[in-house]
């Protein structure tokens, strides 16, 4: 007889086409669930049965992966939302939503959890709207715990529940303040870690894109202590702060990686990891030590930056921080004032590109067009800027409003226009829709944000860079993503 099994944890797949269209044969990344597999550490830890299904991974498509959910036959299935960033997370759950259905309507007496940044953001709408039983909000590993003990749901922090009818919530419960001690475990063991089936950001494999497959993305600190407007990371941490496990832990999880799975691609998913050099300056000399050759990737902020002593980003250098993440997001100081993204202008800008470039590390950029404030010419001054700068790989988005973000709840106080359906937040998917501004359409924001990316990545000048720093090959790549042209509704395709 099997081992009765207490919870399935799920990431759901079937949603690459819709996010990415024909970027996902070979060009968007695949990305292994931390959250799931930190959820699952901590639920095994306290003596429960638990594994993981992950169906994008494996590419279940939701009636494959609602027959796997059913023959496990688990006391309670958590569909964990998670797009590895809070912003991503909404086009998950037009399928999510789907698999609910699909689910109840195959076994109603299945036991249905929902997790994870999405239900955290808006967690009446959807016990409302999703055919889930229960709701974990915040964090929801203490509030799955107490649903696998079964306690009396009165008295399970962070828990909605259905009741007679009516939708009840608890307090979400307090944040984890001992990330190492309390979730010392990851469950690897539960991912298809050594099968090659994850894959990094291409930009960030550039220089070895065949090894692009031995991959894995993680966590060393949780939260940040900005208030971005665009950003929804704040709807699971509700704090603005930075918890951190401690470099010794980070330091054994890429040992795993590295030595049991054979990683040689770390995308470090941290909000804000280059923040604090009481914990990123530890982790770099335990790596140099060790002497792995990882290819790490991290978020930077340019002002956090600009305080850096040299010194610390050749040493991060060394240790395997090839690429960092920046968010310098528009080259309007005005935009940026109203996103409260910060007080830097272009000059300082410039200076933390050419600072970083100097040590050796390459950035992936973001810019975003389409802020409050925005007009024709403050987006062209954004994408001169990134002309200008000749990042390596800039990402280009136009702006949204998450739910959970600051500039979800004023887009609704004002009653700007916002996708009618999840996928709609999906930045490459056919159907999204992003925000108008004061003097701009949807529409022509998006057009915008496609012409930049068109324009940037067939750059002559910005092509022999590629070529010159990562080889032919690399070059080739990115002209082979360019021929990929994104259908968009918005704008009549």
């Not at 984890?176 to 990851?186: A, K, Q, S």
């Not at 090659?196 to 070895?208: K, T, V």
């Not at 998450?402 to 709609?424: F, H, R």
Request: proline letters at 5%; charged letters at 25%.
């Amino acid at each position: 007889m099997s081992e009765r099994l207490d919870l399935l944890l799920v990431n759901i797949g079937g949603t690459k086409k819709k996010v990415y269209q024909e970027l996902s044969k070979d060009f968007s990344a695949v990305e292994p669930p931390f959250w799931a597999a930190l959820t699952a550490g901590f639920v095994r830890k306290q003596g429960f049965a638990v594994d993981l299904l992950d169906a994008n991974v494996r590419n279940l498509d939701l009636e494959e992966t609602a027959a796997e959910i059913l023959a496990k036959k688990a006391e309670y299935t958590a569909i964990v939302v998670y797009g590895q960033q809070a912003n991503t997370c909404a086009p998950l759950m037009t399928a999510v939503g789907e698999l609910c259905r699909l689910l109840k309507g195959r076994n109603p007496a299945i036991k249905l959890i929902l997790t994870g940044w999405h239900p955290s953001a808006l967690p009446e709408r959807t016990m409302r709207e999703e055919a889930c039983d229960l709701l974990a909000q915040g964090e929801g590993f203490y509030t799955l715990l107490g649903i696998l003990k079964k306690d009396p749901y009165e008295k399970v922090p962070g828990l909605w529940w259905r009741e007679n009818g009516e939708i009840r919530h608890n307090n979400r419960v307090a944040n984890i303040e001992n990330l190492t001690e309390e979730l010392p475990d990851v469950a690897w063991d539960l991912l298809p870690m050594a099968g090659g089936d994850y894959r990094a950001f291409n930009w960030m494999s550039l220089q070895s894109l065949e090894t692009r497959n031995h991959y894995a993305g993680m966590f060393t600190s949780l939260g940040c202590p900005y208030k971005c407007s665009f950003c929804a990371i704040h709807a699971t941490f509700a704090e603005h702060r930075i918890r951190n496990w401690s470099p010794e832990w980070a330091l054994k999880q890429f040992d795993i990686l590295a030595r049991q799975y054979g990683v040689k691609h770390i995308n470090l998913i941290d909000e804000l990891y280059v923040f604090d050099a009481r914990h990123y300056m530890p982790i770099a000399r335990g790596l140099l030590e060790r002497e792995y050759k990882l290819n790490f990737c991290a978020f930077a902020r340019v002002d956090r930056v600009d305080a850096m002593p040299m010194e610390e980003l050749r040493l991060l250098k060394q240790a395997g921080f090839n690429w960092f993440k920046l968010g310098i997001e528009s080259g309007s100081p005005e935009v940026l004032k109203k996103a409260h993204k910060g007080k830097y202008d272009r000059d300082c800008i410039r200076r933390v590109v050419g600072k970083i470039h100097e040590a050796g590390i390459d950035l992936c950029a973001n810019f975003i067009f389409g802020l409050p404030g925005d007009t024709w010419e403050s987006m062209q001054e954004t994408f001169n800027l990134a002309l200008e700068l000749n990042c390596a790989f800039p990402s280009f988005f136009a702006a949204m409003a998450p739910p959970g973000s600051a500039l979800y709840d004023e887009c609704l106080a004002k009653g700007v226009p916002l996708p009618d359906k999840w996928v709609g937040y999906a930045q490459q998917g056919y159907e999204f829709l992003p925000l108008p501004t004061e003097t701009l359409t949807a529409a022509e924001v998006l057009a915008f944000r496609d012409y930049a990316f068109d324009a940037y990545f067939k750059n002559p000048r910005y092509l022999a860079s590629i070529e010159k720093k990562f080889g032919r090959a690399a070059r080739e790549h990115v002209q082979a993503m360019t021929k990929i042209r994104l259908k968009r509704k918005i704008l009549g395709d």
